[in-house]
């Protein structure tokens, strides 16, 4: 059967088809479909999200050591995350199958950075496997896997954003069982000591060797043949652009990235006039191909930062001068920039709307609520990594010599992720900062994800949920407080408490995410709010919460300022607006009168 | 078989997302290669979104080249405008007369909102649709199957016979709903085929 699949959901599919039984994950964009997706199809998979990448490479790991088929997966950052076992594990092994999917974000639709992971299968020692579409998206899982358990070595998938999720026709398959077979004790390979470790890197470097072996031979580094005065060296999406845009050439298309077939290439190389490599962000291919003396150009053409797309390919191929220039395409026009904002109701507004009157220095995280940078909120000074606002917060408080009006912003989950090692640090340096833990149940900005504490799992199911204020008093802190975001005045208060007392404070609040999880819409709905006529006075105050519910109406005040409307499909009644109308002019709808 | 470019357009919320499964799963009925690209993630938080679509004998690049889409759909006017340097000079675009107004343009210097998106396309357009497909909607009775109507506009462009279409919707749309969607479809498709461009 043939179905349109993205490159995710492929990849679960491929979980299906290979016989996996465990896959794990922290949601990260552009990689949280797989699991989801694993989830809701594929039952006979013990799927699940952990609290952060390193815990979910952890257990997949532990499968793996036990014969079990395993999988994890995890946006580009959240390998660094899960480094440290990542590069560990390479000198025991995976005997059951060990698949890491790696989804890398060239261009940062949603990252902070766009680090080529390729480097890091390099660096430990990993074959890499690049797929450049859904079918080989689903298809080089079970050839990851078979990699995996023929030569006891974790695989690297290394995916891109475009080959998560562009969506292009699959085949499917049948699922094929495999027994779990049990882990057999032996300490020189699983116990990781020095005099044990000596041995087992001795091992991994002849493993090396026996798989670029298997690289030289494999049918997934495949040649096809054409033009014989060009050949392109290339793979992932990059394939499919150059296949678009230079049709005639001959290529060299790699499925395995690392280790490379170099003999294959070297003979490609002699068989073609000029050789070219073309791959998005590292020139990764290209230095290994320097480096065993074949000369090729590569980003020499192509720019080594950003996403690539049929235009940027076939420009390169232009100003080597093996394309002829096309007509010049027409170029986009300037429009007033639709840049993303917190949705009606978001219980994050009211926070940073109070948050922004103290001028404070807040160290932010990342999530939704790292919209408050935008305008017309503006608020957050600092944001690197996933947990680094408690963290970072305090080495400010150190320079600064007090924590006095120095803020951390975290979400609930990422402090499940990795904030909470940085809050008891702040506990055991005694630092003073004040610390806002966004409790909005859930894990949001990735599309509304469970996490320890909302109770569910990620197939649904019941869970004992961990409690925020708990946690946050077992690791010491004193001062900690419940606050409603909604309720401006009563946060306002707190907020100045707190920066004015230069102890540790932890303020939660309590409200909901409106979007997820899906359900959640019919307990939050309040009457929506109104702009009365005769009261609004054009000082758009209200325009500064930066609500979408929230636009200007054709009606002018006698002075010929716009006066404001609300849209009352898209309000949710939280009452955030009314509270910084000075003249009182925003009202509830009476009961019974909300959509 | 003719190959087609679609580039489908809005704001996050609206449907695009669903719009162009809709579009690549009929045009997969109708026995096409297909593939189909957006971006997830920040861009859903009311921010602009486009998905595009590819419809041939073999799709290689699931990107359409600057200047190569056949048909441009927008869900709302201003985005029909950011999007138009990817359509063909003789391409159509077939444009939802909704205005959404970001909250930025409110307190932020800047170009504003277009003063009049649908003539500004037009003058780099080979044909312009504009479309109220709101007020179609709601004649059916139903507000929600304004994007189905903006569907069914679209289909004049390409070459997926209407069964396909149909089956497409059956196989998307909530239980209940089909019969009105596929009104939806037929009366988007026909105010856009008796639609004179000026
Ligand atoms: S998804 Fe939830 S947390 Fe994110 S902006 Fe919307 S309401 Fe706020
Ligand atoms: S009450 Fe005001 S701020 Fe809250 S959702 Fe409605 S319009 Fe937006």
Known sequence: MKVLLSGNEAVARGCHESGLHVATAYPGTPSTEILEEIASRYAEIDSEWCPNEKVAFEVAMGASFAGARALTAMKHVGLNVAADPFMSVSLIGAPGGLVVVSADDPGMHSSQNEQDNRLYARFAGYPCLEPSDSQESKDFVGHSLEISAAFDVPVMLRMTTRVCHAQSVVRLGERREHPVRGFQPDPRKYVVLPNHARVQHVWAAERLERLAAFSESSPLNREEPGRRDVGVITAGISYQYVRETLPEASIFKLGISHPLPIERIRRFAASVGRLFVVEELEPFIEEQILAAGIPCEGKKWWPRLGEFSPDIVAAGFVRAGVLERGPEPPAPVEVQPRPPVFCPGCPHRGLFVALKKFKALVATDIGCYTLSVYPPIAVGDICVEMGASIGTAVGVAKARGSGKGIVATIGDSTFLHSGMTGLLNAVHDGAGITVVLLDNSITAMTGGQHQPGTGKTLSGAAARPVELAKICAALGVERIRVIDPYDLDQTGKALGEALESGELSVLITNRPCTLYPPEIRKSILRPPFRVKPDACIGCHACFKVGCPAIGESEKRTEKGLSQSRIDRTLCTGCSVCSQVCPVQAIVREPEGGAK | ?198
């Open chain 2, 1 to 198: 078989m003719r190959s087609m470019s679609v580039l489908i357009v809005g704001v996050g919320g609206q449907g695009v997302l669903l719009a162009s499964e809709l579009l690549s799963d009929a045009a997969l009925r109708a026995g096409f290669d297909v593939k189909k690209s957006e971006v997830h993630g920040m861009a859903q938080r009311g921010g602009s979104v486009s998905s595009h679509v590819r419809i041939s004998g073999q799709v290689f690049s699931p990107l359409i080249p600057a200047g190569q889409a056949d048909a441009l759909l927008a869900f709302e006017q201003a985005e029909a405008l950011r999007w138009v340097h990817f359509l063909k000079a003789d391409g159509t675009a077939v444009i939802n007369r909704r205005r959404l107004v970001p909250p930025v343009a409110l307190f932020r210097k800047g170009p504003g909102y277009p003063e009049d998106p649908v003539a500004s396309v037009r003058a780099r357009a080979g044909r312009v649709i504009p479309i109220d497909a709101e007020t179609v909607a709601r004649r059916l009775g139903n507000p929600r199957v304004e994007n189905t109507v903006l569907l069914g506009a679209l289909s004049g462009c390409l070459d997926i016979p209407e069964d396909d279409w149909m089956r497409a919707i059956e196989g998307r749309v909530p239980a209940g709903t089909v019969d009105i969607n596929c009104g939806a479809f037929r009366a988007g498709a026909e105010t856009a085929a008796n639609w004179e461009d000026a």
